[in-house]
């Protein structure tokens, strides 16, 4: 049976460990998981500054194969010179210091607007500041510095004697986003003729504007990122490395450790996971320990219930050996005390049997009908006797119909009178004992009550009486001897029969003990 009962407590302690090695393994894989989860917030930084790096590199490239696109199609050659934006205004103030020129040129010598390689001069003027001239004589081209360009807008050039006043803006083409001016004049062989330049106005962008474009937008990635990195490493890496810490104080047995938090969402909610985690398991730790410390109490009130009848078995038998008892009177006292003691440690053993049952919930049980009367009857007078050599007076009523039945199982019912009259024997403290066992009728039940005039039990005491190895006064109850677990058994066995058990106690006055089986009905004839 103690072998029984030491494996009961080795398969206890190896779940212990059992749960314990899980509760690391958990651990490694959160910091497995927190491992990865670094790496993820690492490769998310990356990618934060590389990603719309590339992109708006290629979206340069782009604007930059457009740049050249424009050079060769309307002769626009360097490109480092250009501003970053050109207005409708810009435009029209570069083309108005040349029409100036021109102006005095015509007023001076018509005939030098004939001459190409003035007309030469004017565009390479013009280059560097996307323009270009077109001189046209009649109705056809007599000169032009591009003239891929000069095909496409010439047919949309004003007429003749359409020339745009002095300083005004001039002529905006919205198809072609092109800023004409016009000055009219005669070749010398009488022919009409214009002089046009032709600026464009779409907004490009210098070499140089693009480095610097490329150097503020790399800078802006970068410091987004930083924000960005110690926003999450904030709200999620030092949260993360937070419960990290509190887990590895929990894997090493510290569940004092608290985390709490006011923060809402995912963290939050992580957070208090863990303090249920943590709770439950310092109660589950507080149970186990709790459990035992009673096993070790129970241990030590096996030692002494044992210690008690063996040293008086060994005192009357030495006695016996020794021919002090000498007469058939003291050997048959001495016998009958021997008697006793063994009874008294058979009992113990069997109150212990009954408990590894059931801690393992393997009480065996044979059910069957029983006659209350008969039933209680023969237990009254099987112990009756045995009070009566303890100068304890029995009382018995029995109120219930003779033909009254339960189920049962008669063992595990004599199991339960017999702990109860054996802690009222146990406290009884008056001269004259006394003690009552009734059996009321409650219509569909019956209802056992047996009730002492012991010590009685206290209010605060009371409803924890049924409680494995509670003891009210653990001082008096070493006196006296016993495990704690009597009543404990009485009430499972009461309740696995579906009844149910309460107690009444006045403190000097006694105690009595109820409980309550149903009776059992026959089933309705066909």
């Known amino acids: 049976m103690y072998k029984s009962f030491y494996s009961f407590i080795e398969s206890v302690s190896y779940r212990d460990r059992k749960d314990q ?59 480092n010179r250009i501003p970053f934006t050109y207005t409708i205004e810009n435009y029209s103030q570069i ?99 214009s002089f046009f330049i032709v600026s464009g106005v779409s907004s490009l962008i210098s070499k140089k504007v693009l480095r610097n474009m490329i150097i503020a937008f790399i800078l802006v990635l970068v410091f987004t990122s930083l924000v960005l990195t110690q926003w999450i490493q904030k709200g999620i890496f030092t949260p993360i490395n937070q419960l ?78 020794d021919g002090v008892a000498d007469t058939p009177e003291k050997m048959n006292k001495y016998i009958k005390t021997i008697y006793d003691k063994a009874n008294d440690m058979d009992r113990l053993i069997n109150e212990l049997t009954t408990y590894s049952g059931i801690d393992n919930n393997r009480i065996p049980y044979t059910f069957r009908r029983i006659n209350v009367a008969d039933y209680f009857g023969d237990c009254v007078e099987e112990v009756g006797l045995d009070l009566e050599s303890k100068n304890i007076q029995l009382n018995y009523d029995d109120l219930v119909e003779p033909s009254t039945q339960i189920i049962a199982d008669p063992e595990q019912l004599k199991r339960v009178i017999s702990n109860i009259i054996g802690n009222s024997v146990k406290y009884m403290d008056k001269e004259q004992g006394i003690i009552d066992i009734r059996i009321l009728d409650e219509v569909d039940s019956i209802r056992v009550e047996i009730e002492d005039n012991g010590m009685g039990i206290a209010a605060k ?50 105690t009595c003990m109820h409980f309550v089986i149903r009776k059992y009905q026959a089933p309705p004839e066909q």
């Not at 510095?145 to 949309?156: D, E, L, V």
């Not at 894997?251 to 943590?278: H, S």
């Not at 186990?288 to 410390?293: A, D, I």
């Open 461 to 510: 005491d009371l409803p924890n009486v049924f409680e494995r190895f509670y003891r009210t006064d653990a001082s008096r109850n070493s006196s006296k001897g016993g495990s704690g677990i009597g009543l404990s058994i009485v009430k499972k066995i009461i309740e696995d029969h579906g009844g149910y058990i309460w107690a009444t106690s006045r403190e000097t006055e006694g």
């Open 244 to 321: 990290d810490i509190a887990m590895q104080n929990i894997a090493e047995g510290n569940l004092e450790y608290m985390l709490t938090t006011e923060e809402k969402g995912e963290i939050g909610e992580l957070y208090r996971n863990y303090e249920d985690m943590r709770l439950r398991l310092k109660e589950s730790t507080d149970e186990k320990f709790e459990h035992e410390q009673k096993n070790k109490e129970l241990v030590s009130n096996i030692s002494h219930d044992l210690k008690t009848p063996i040293t008086a078995i060994k005192g009357y038998v030495e006695g016996i050996m």
């Open 95 to 193: 083309s108005e210091e040349l029409l100036h020129e021109v102006k005095r040129q015509i007023a001076d010598d018509p005939a030098r607007l004939e001459n190409k390689e003035y007309l030469d001069e004017i565009s390479a003027q013009l280059n560097s500041k996307f323009s270009y001239i077109i001189v046209r004589k009649g109705d056809t081209v007599y000169y032009t510095s591009n003239h891929t360009a000069a095909r496409k807008i010439f047919n949309t050039l004003p007429e003749h004697g359409n020339e745009i006043p002095y300083m005004e803006t001039g002529y905006y083409y919205n198809d072609m986003k092109k800023l004409v001016k016009q000055v009219d004049f005669e070749f010398t062989d009488g022919d009409k003729g």
């Open 21 to 79: 090695r899980t509760v690391n393994k958990s651990n490694r894989e959160k910091r497995g998981i927190f491992v990865k989860f670094k790496t993820r917030l690492m490769v998310t930084s990356v990618v934060i500054v590389l990603l719309p790096l590339l992109l708006t590199c290629a979206a340069f490239l782009l604007v930059g194969s457009h740049i050249e696109d424009a050079e060769g199609e309307f002769g626009l050659l360097d490109v």
